[in-house]
């Protein structure tokens, strides 16, 4: 079964971090960003063999909400 989950990719100093924000410890980092893209998959794959296996399930659909914004502040 294949499915789609939302992540997060940041450049950084020392390369990439990525993450899936919905799936708690299912993050990666990589000196490109298909390095980064790569190792998270790897990564997500992994662990959701491993909540498979406990036979928990993951159903995303009802609960995927990311809202990017800016906040403005004075110091």
């Keep these: 079964m294949t499915s789609?989950?939302?992540?997060?990719i940041e450049k950084t100093e020392d390369g990439?971090?990525?993450e899936c924000p919905f799936i708690?410890?299912?993050?990666a980092q990589g000196e490109t960003?298909?390095?980064v893209r790569t190792n998270l998959r790897d990564v997500l794959k992994m662990t959701l063999d491993?909540?498979?296996?406990r036979g928990e399930r993951i159903d995303l659909k009802d609960s995927v909400s990311?809202?990017?914004?800016s906040l403005t502040v004075s110091a």
């Design 33 to 35: 960003e298909d390095e």
């Design 24 to 27: 708690q410890g299912v993050y």
């Design 16 to 18: 990439y971090y990525a």
């Design 66 to 69: 990311l809202t990017i914004s």
């Design 4 to 8: 789609s989950y939302p992540i997060i």
């Design 50 to 53: 491993d909540i498979k296996s």
